[in-house]
């Protein structure tokens, strides 16, 4: 379940419990020169079955998710997704972020709204890449409705699924963009989109289908955290909100205690060796960027799918 205002790591008033040290850094170097530990930050679910992929790979996989992802709960929310589909035969195409915004908007049907849509008024549903049709097509869309960037395109994002649906818009279009909110139920999210369609004169309406929020911790995740912080496991990051929440534990790692006294329950130091550089695998160049900011010091930027994803694993190993 979603936890909105929790933080990052397990809280208690007491003393922080000591953490039995990792590896020495010979034996760290040593696996390092036989194969890279991975360690992959998606939201949970996605995180398992990305980490079990990678597996059946030959890749030691771990995953340690870096995001929370739930449905919107407050009334607002739930009333506007409501009305998003009872827009939905109106609409001439529905924008969905990702993945996660197709299953819980799916999920937020209301009983009395009809699907699948008749046949023929089925708006075109826009995927910016091969996960979220897949979630399209698992939701009963209609394979021949849905859009997506073209398979060569270098990024699955925004920008290229703009180049393969522009073509469809006309002026007063109404499009439903589908996406996420932060953990105080604020839409979030890039407007690039919005913006190049209202340019072409389509009506745009934005609903939040889910909320994302900083994951909850237990000790043995932070102590796993901590571990590959400073082992030279090769971190996988699908988004640049993990890589801030990553940046956060990190630096409360560092300090061994939070504002006001209270101290993390076995939150371990994480350490960083110069011969041991952080590194990093980023499903986008943004995303890279902001992994550079966070510290760090090898980053490689692939492509979201699995061969490209650990054809970038290795070139980094």
């Known amino acids: 379940m979603l936890r909105r205002s929790a933080p990052p790591w397990p809280r208690n008033c007491g003393p922080v419990v000591p953490v039995e040290p990792g590896p020495s850094r010979g034996a760290q170097a040593q696996r390092r020169h ?3 530990r991975v360690i992959v930050t998606r939201p949970e679910r ?3 079955r990305w980490a079990n992929e990678l597996r059946r790979l030959g890749l030691d996989a771990q995953p340690l ?3 929370a992802i739930g449905p919107v709960s407050s009334p607002d929310a739930l009333s506007a997704l409501g009305t998003a589909w009872q827009a939905l035969p109106d609409c001439s195409a529905v924008m969905f972020v990702s993945a996660n915004a197709v299953q819980h908007f799916m999920a937020a049907r209301p009983v009395e709204s009809l699907w699948p849509l008749p046949a023929g008024s089925s708006p075109r549903a826009w995927a910016p890449g091969p996960g979220t049709v897949e979630a399209l097509l698992a939701s009963g869309w209609p394979a021949l409705s849905v859009d ?3 398979p060569d395109a270098p990024q699955f994002d925004s920008e290229a699924l703009w180049a393969a649906v522009r073509a469809q818009v006309r002026a007063e279009d109404l499009v439903l963009v589908v996406r996420g909110a932060d953990a105080h139920g604020r839409s979030a999210g890039r407007d690039w989109l919005t913006q190049q369609l209202t ?3 389509a009506r745009v309406h934005t609903v939040a289908a889910y909320q994302r929020a900083a994951p909850v911790l237990g000790p043995e995740q932070m102590a796993a955290f901590a571990t590959a912080s400073g082992d ?3 971190w996988l990051f699908s988004s640049s909100e993990a890589v801030g929440h990553w940046r956060a534990l990190a630096d409360a790692s560092s300090a061994l205690a939070l504002p006001g006294g209270c101290a993390p329950v076995a939150l371990p130091a994480v350490p960083h060796d110069a011969r041991v550089p952080r590194r990093a695998v980023a499903t986008h160049p943004r995303i890279a960027d902001a992994a550079r900011a966070a510290g760090f010091e ?3 930027v692939s492509r ?3 061969a490209s994803v650990v054809a970038s694993i290795k070139s980094i190993a």
């Open 199 to 201: 340019a072409k004169g």
């Open 148 to 150: 997506q960037p073209a």
């Open 34 to 36: 036989v194969t890279p």
């Open 304 to 306: 979201p799918d699995l």
């Open 298 to 300: 090898v980053v490689q």
């Open 232 to 234: 030279g496991s090769v």
């Open 46 to 48: 996605e995180a398992q």
């Open 65 to 67: 998710p870096l995001m």
